[in-house]
């Protein structure tokens, strides 16, 4: 049973890093697809980054390009999303999922398990 726990959300100033991890409890997902998602008030939630489970693919929105990093390490069978360079309108809730795929998937439709999501805020 997939079961995903994000952390590491938090308050930052505009220019500050923040590293999310997601912890997959049961230790299922080390050949599934993973992703990042994030939803801020008032808007549909968004497609951040992916990563193929072996991590030989990855893919970024252009709105965080150059800025946020996703990696894994499945020995953990953990997520992380590295973000620099932060920016008030990085402001959201932020999702992993995991959908069971050897292709990176950047669909928000097609990810069958979801987290709770951390809260991350930027402030200006």
């Known amino acids: 049973q997939v079961q995903l726990v994000e952390s590491g959300g938090g308050l930052v100033q505009a220019g500050g890093s923040l590293r999310l991890s997601c912890a997959d409890s049961?230790?299922?997902?080390?050949?599934?697809?993973m992703g990042w998602f994030r939803q801020a008030p008032g808007k549909e939630r968004e497609f951040v980054a992916a990563i193929t489970w072996i991590g030989g693919s990855t893919a970024y929105a252009d709105s965080v390009k150059g800025r946020f990093t996703i990696s894994r390490d499945n020995a953990k069978n953990t997520l992380y999303l590295q973000m620099n360079s932060l920016k008030p309108e990085d402001t959201a809730v932020y999702y992993c999922a995991a959908r069971p795929s050897l292709l990176v998937v950047t669909t928000r439709e097609r990810y069958d398990y979801w987290g709770q999501g951390t809260q991350v805020t930027v402030s200006s």
């Open positions: 049961g230790g299922t997902t080390s050949r599934y697809t």
